[in-house]
């Protein structure tokens, strides 16, 4: 029967579920008396019909008696709820039980109305406030869902604490970060809290129930397998809708990986500046030692095979060698060496150096290759790459003084951009050197690579075997890392970019010819120097044996010479690092004035990267000897 309305809205679609046709006819009666809100009403006598009905079409509103021909009491309700999801139902009985009532509203339903008691107005009246009910509850029921689901999707971890710091929420993330499942921990004290920091932690509850608020503090936490975790903690009060705190929540981000990318920025930093300081050391003092070689060499040269100063000459050589040597190692640390780069295959390098390896490292000492095939080349200095295998197979020596197993290790890698790494993106070649030895605290390990740092006994080493492993490796454009533990051996992880090319054969690449001494030789030599005593020895070497030299100080004044001098120039010695002058400057602008001059640089340091040298070029490490610069010179004259 269709209750028709006087006019306006669209009417509300009611279903009737009741058994006894004169209720039902009370209802209709009482409906149409409502005043302005229209009704349609189907109605059904059982509730398996409107159950049907329920399912087939859309109603506002369920008026339900809960004594049915098919079904009673509390289950005619919880039936009707499971079949009328979205639809509020009003429970119309003859029973003014206080108790059914309660346990109806608690089960879902929106009103409970016994009949004869409820007149047309108080019914419209209850199902208005049963459909708006209803719909605050579905808005309220969808924030909730919608606030759930962006806790669960929120990649910080959120824990909420009611009054006596249990644990009420305990989301997706805080289950990554932790390794609790929430059913493990609900209920229960927060498990990631440190014993050792309970009593702190129960303090901080206790004012952020009193209203406080925290935000950024840093902290140690624990995981549910025993790890630690860096996390940065915000929290806030937590308050009903009278304002009264009834919990805390706490929000946790793990902050351990900034922290660990913060130690290494410091730690580059560091060595960066250490690097910038021992480059200038090394620059002056192979200055120095350039001149009390040259000048040693000169003077016993001068004198007599018996004479007695030759003695006294020789040590004074020999300990300015022996110095040379460290500021060498300096200059590697801080990647001022010239680099001579080829394309070398890693695996042949090292079963190349294998066999020298052996017999220094002793029968105590196994040595183990696990060399992958198919690396591709890379793009380095072989005797700079030598070098690094030395030095950290002695390093594996030292630590292994009973004997152990060093291993060399190859494998190709790629950096992504996920990766933290101070490496571009892109492919590797990755050498791996593990050793079983006693290995380092992380005291150590953080200072492993600074020069002169050791833990060798004094006299035993000088501390600059991983600095100068460290500086080689920068400068050829890759990275190393180190892992250590205390009794459990060292590993160092060489990164090196890929190269693809043809490989170049490393073997000879690292011997210089020497000329002959004594030979006699012609030509004008222009040196540019702006030490004046290692110019003063230049010039005094070179003419010993026949050179003519022009002297310039400076950029400036060598190209006055360049352009003013009438006759050839057939060679120039230049310093690498004159004041004011850039990389790209005086030595290569020199030459272009005269085609045919040959340029040979001369340093001990450059700052920057990596030098490479141009085309037609030679170079001499400083500090050198009169030997060396003459045997240069007649080689580039020869040419």
């Known amino acids: 029967m269709v209750i028709l309305p006087p006019s306006g809205a669209r009417p509300l679609q009611l279903l009737l579920v009741e058994d006894n046709p004169a209720d039902a ?13 229209r009704f349609e009403l189907d109605h059904v006598a059982r509730l398996s019909d409107g159950l049907k009905r329920i399912a087939a079409a859309l109603y506002d509103v369920v008026l339900l008696d809960l004594r049915l021909p098919d079904s009673q009491g509390l289950e005619t309700l919880s039936r009707m709820l499971d079949h009328a999801r979205g639809v509020p139902i009003v429970v119309m009985t003859g029973l003014a039980d206080e108790r059914l009532a309660m346990n109806a509203l608690r089960q879902g339903a929106q009103d409970y109305l016994v009949k004869g008691e409820v007149a047309g107005d108080t019914l419209a009246r209850s199902i ?32 909420v604490l009611d009054r006596e710091h249990r644990v009420r929420r305990w989301n997706r993330a805080a289950e990554e970060l932790f390794g609790w499942k929430e059913d493990e921990v609900l209920g229960g004290r927060p498990p990631q809290v440190p014993e050792e920091q309970r009593e702190a932690f129960e303090s901080m509850v206790q004012s952020e129930l009193q209203g406080q608020r925290h935000a950024g503090l840093e902290l140690l936490r624990r995981r549910k397998d025993g790890s630690s975790v860096d996390v940065s903690l915000w929290t806030a009060p937590l308050r009903d809708a009278q304002q009264n705190v009834v919990g805390t929540v706490r929000i946790f981000a793990d902050v351990g990986e900034r922290k660990r990318l913060e130690e290494r920025l410091r730690q580059s930093q560091k060595m960066e500046a250490i690097g910038r300081l021992a480059g200038g050391i090394a620059h002056d003092f192979n200055n120095l030692l350039t001149v009390i070689l040259g000048y040693a060499e000169l003077a016993q040269t001068s004198l007599g095979r018996d004479d007695p100063l030759q003695r006294e000459l020789a040590e ?8 040379a040597a460290l500021t060498n190692q300096l200059l590697a640390f801080s990647r001022r060496q010239v680099l001579r780069p080829k394309l070398l295959d890693l695996n042949a390098v090292i079963v190349g150096f294998d066999a020298m390896l052996r017999p220094l490292l002793g029968e105590q000492v196994e040595i183990v290759l696990e060399l992958e095939r198919g690396l591709g080349d890379v793009r380095a200095d072989p005797g700079q790459l030598e070098q690094v295998l030395m030095n950290l197979a002695l390093n594996a020596r030292d630590a292994m003084p009973a004997g152990g197993r060093l291993t060399f290790a190859t494998r190709a890698v790629e950096i992504g951009a996920e990766e933290p790494s101070d490496l571009r993106r892109g492919p590797y070649v990755l050498l791996s050197v593990s050793d079983t030895g006693s290995g380092m605290s992380p005291d150590t390990l953080a200072h492993a690579f600074e020069p002169f740092f050791t833990t060798k006994e004094e006299g035993k080493g000088t501390g600059l075997g991983l600095a100068t492993v460290y500086g080689i490796v920068k400068q050829s454009g890759g990275e190393i890392r180190a892992a250590s533990e205390v009794g459990r051996g060292t590993t160092f992880e060489i990164y090196l970019p890929r190269a693809d090319a043809t490989i170049d054969s490393a073997r000879g690449m690292r011997a210089l010819a020497r000329g002959e001494r004594g030979e006699r030789g012609t030509g004008t030599v222009l040196v540019v ?6 110019r003063g020895f230049v010039r005094a070497a070179l003419e010993s044996h026949g050179y003519r030299v022009l002297e310039a100080a400076s950029g400036a004044q060598a190209s006055q010479l360049c352009t003013n001098h009438d006759g050839p120039i057939e060679l120039m010695v230049a310093d690498v690092e004159l004041p004011r002058v850039r990389e790209e400057g005086a030595p290569l602008l020199l030459a272009a004035p005269r085609q ?41 004259l020869d040419a």
């Open 529 to 534: 120097e702006d030490d004046e005593t290692l």
């Open 596 to 636: 045919g001059m040959r340029v040979l640089y001369v340093s001990g340091y450059r700052g920057g990267t990596s030098m490479r040298l141009p085309p037609g070029a030679s170079f001499l490490n400083k500090p050198l000897t009169s030997e060396d610069l003459l045997a240069q010179v007649r080689r580039m």
């Open 25 to 37: 006819m009370l209802l209709r009666e009482a409906l149409r008396d409502a005043g302005e809100t």
């Open 316 to 323: 004074i050589r020999k300990a300015a060698v022996r110095a």
């Open 128 to 159: 208005r406030y049963a459909i708006g009910r209803h719909t605050a509850d579905e808005a309220l029921r969808a924030t909730s869902d919608t606030l759930s689901a962006l806790i669960d999707a929120t990649p910080l971890a959120i824990v």
